[in-house]
């Protein structure tokens, strides 16, 4: 069902040029302030040139593993998200071991579009929305990011 008590907050367009466009790693929310904060985040790419390399956003701690019955459903997925081999970014293993997957990287995809809760029923920030936009090595980018604020339940 619907929250109650949430509201859409002003609608932030960002554009992001090689070489050094990004944004550094974050979460959406800030701590929870007696029982309201940011509720969700709806990001969407609306341009990217046709040149453009790099500058997908960055998710280090959500796994990106694709699970599908075919190799043709999972390749339709890496046209949206970098696949095995796109990317040398891992997240590195706390024991020193090898690395662990990288997580997910949404790649610059016009029309493309991800949704998150920011909070959980608790009213704890989720870990696994902490993320970045990472730098566009060539060409431009185009982003939109629609806020939700409201009462955390």
Known sequence: GWRRDVW????????????????????DFSRNQDGWGRVSTFMAWVHGSD????????????????????????ARWCKFIECDGES?????????????????VFKVAPGNAVYWE?????????DTTW???????KGVKV???????????
């Open 8 to 27: 859409i907050e002003r609608v932030r367009t960002q554009r992001y040029h090689a070489p050094h466009g990004h944004y550094s790693h974050h979460f």
């Open 51 to 74: 040149d453009v390399e790099g500058g997908g956003t960055e998710f280090p701690y959500l796994a990106g593993r694709i699970n599908t019955t075919s190799p043709e459903d999972g």
């Open 88 to 104: 040398a970014k891992q997240k590195p293993n706390e024991e020193g071991g090898p690395d662990e997957p990288k997580g997910t």
């Open 118 to 126: 920011n909070f959980s029923p608790e009213g704890l920030g989720y």
């Open 131 to 137: 993320h970045a936009g990472l730098p566009v090595k």
């Open 143 to 153: 982003g939109l990011n629609i806020w939700s604020f409201g009462r955390i339940e």
